[in-house]
T-cell receptor, first 116, second 113 residues
């Protein structure tokens, strides 16, 4: 079945450690996104990538890094520089297209990261 | 980006209609979306509306768009307990770098028997 997969579902890390969240899609989508969700904050865009080997900072990119070496994969690294890393992280993908077309975003099930 | 505004909570009785409101920021947004999130899960697209439309109906869902006031609403008819979830309004944001979605904070809908 086509879809977008995030792993793991729950992740615990000690403060000061870097951690990488996985996001894989087999929808053949060009564009992929990372959002962070905090209670009462909604979703905020961390990074997005419109095409392989290219990515752009979102609204809250500080303390995060990404790579897009393959179309199917868009891993997110939460570095020790991120001051408040504990959150629910959502990955999404969509077809790349002109802005006047409907580009529905498909979301993964999320990874809940807890830093202790 | 600037904030997309939604009320945080809504409680309705089973069988009643629910109306969730949203005010968005970017008058050039091409599409506006409603997503549903069940506890501990990702987001599912419920419906969307193109910016040159005033209304869209899809089974129990009706979306109304007032472009002048940048106001979007989602009406759920005959609300069921399975509709209890968080509903997010989102606007498409286009820039030279590409396209992304700008989300509201979500409205928690509680449906009571």
């Amino acid at each position: 079945d086509g879809g977008i997969t995030q792993s793991p579902k729950y992740l615990f890390r000690k403060e000061g450690q870097n951690v990488t969240l996985s996001c894989e899609q087999n929808l053949n989508h060009d564009a992929m996104y990372w959002y962070r969700q905090d209670p009462g904050q909604g979703l905020r865009l961390i990074y997005y990538s419109q095409i392989v080997n290219d990515f752009q900072k979102g609204d809250i990119a500080e303390g995060y890094s990404v790579s897009r070496e393959k179309k199917e994969s868009f891993p997110l690294t939460v570095t020790s520089a991120q001051k408040n890393p504990t959150a629910f992280y959502l990955c999404a993908s969509s077809e790349q297209g002109p802005s006047f077309m409907n580009t529905e975003a498909f979301f993964g099930q999320g990874t809940r990261l807890t830093v202790v | 980006g600037e904030d997309v505004e939604q009320s945080l909570f809504l409680s309705v009785r089973e069988g009643d209609s629910s109306v969730i409101n949203c005010t968005y920021t970017d008058s050039s947004s091409t599409y506006l979306y409603w997503y549903k999130q069940e506890p501990g899960a990702g987001l599912q697209l419920l419906t969307y509306i193109f910016s040159n439309m005033d209304m869209k109906q899809d089974q129990r869902l009706t979306v109304l768009l007032n472009k002048k006031d940048k106001h979007l609403s989602l009406r759920i008819a005959d609300t069921q307990t399975g509709d209890s979830a968080i509903y997010f309004c989102a606007e498409s944001v286009d820039s030279n770098s590409g396209y992304a979605l700008n989300f509201g904070k979500g409205t928690s809908l509680l449906v009571t028997p």
